[in-house]
């Protein structure tokens, strides 16, 4: 049987995964935004044993809100290990689409209506900065210049014209998670974005970027460190070198 067109195949019911480490003065706002602008969705908080509390007022949010679950880990795995448990978690419901948003503020959930409509066109959509209409507020310059060569370092490595693979505001299909191997990805940090936007791409999927506004958070501390940034040079140089090298066998082969 012929698979139906993309924009006929449904996007609800839609599952907005927030993973979690030390998050509570921004919990309630961010689902209450989340909500706001889509009152039918709901949001996954996946706690990694938060020693501010953020867990258990998780679970009270979810006592009072049907919209709202909650999964505990025990301990700070990472933003990888995090996300991949929460497309688990939606993957063995009935979600048709698979949301990624963080807890701190920094991605608007009023940006996200627009996202879902893209994905009539797509199977991955990324709240990108770095395409026009996007925008960033309140980032220190020197995140910014480190964001923007870290996108530009990719781009070039992997070979594709996506803008932003840091993305960490995105929208998947359920099919791309369901083919995607997410036992194989080791990547831990935010390398993990660029991870699975790559192999996204690769599988022959289509990608869009869709201008958000990304604005620093006001409570807690971010999680980047200088491993995380280590970590994506590295995974990324691996891949770029991979890539260029299949790329020159098929063309010797000719």
Known sequence: MA?????????????????????????????????????????????????DGTGELADKLAADNPHIHVLHRTEKAGLGAAYVAGFRWGLERDY????????????????????????????????SRYVPGGSVVNWPKRRELLSRAANLYSRLALGMKIREYTAGFRAYRRQVLEKLELDEIASRGYCFQIDLAWRTARAGFDV????ITFTEREFGESKMSGSVIREA????GVWGLQHRWTQLRRLFRR
Not at 110 to 125: Q, T
């Open 3 to 51: 698979q139906a067109p993309r924009a006929a195949q449904p996007i609800d019911p839609v599952l907005v995964v927030i993973p979690t480490y030390n998050e509570r003065e921004n919990l309630t706002p961010i689902l209450e935004r989340l909500h706001k602008a889509l009152p039918d969705v709901n949001a996954l908080v996946v706690d990694d044993g938060s020693p």
């Open 96 to 127: 048709a689409t698979i949301v990624e948003m963080d807890a701190d503020g920094s991605h608007a959930p009023e940006d996200l209506p627009r996202m879902l409509d893209a994905l009539s066109d797509a199977d991955l959509v990324l709240g």
């Open 208 to 211: 869009v970027e869709v201008p």
């Open 233 to 236: 040079m590295l995974r990324v």
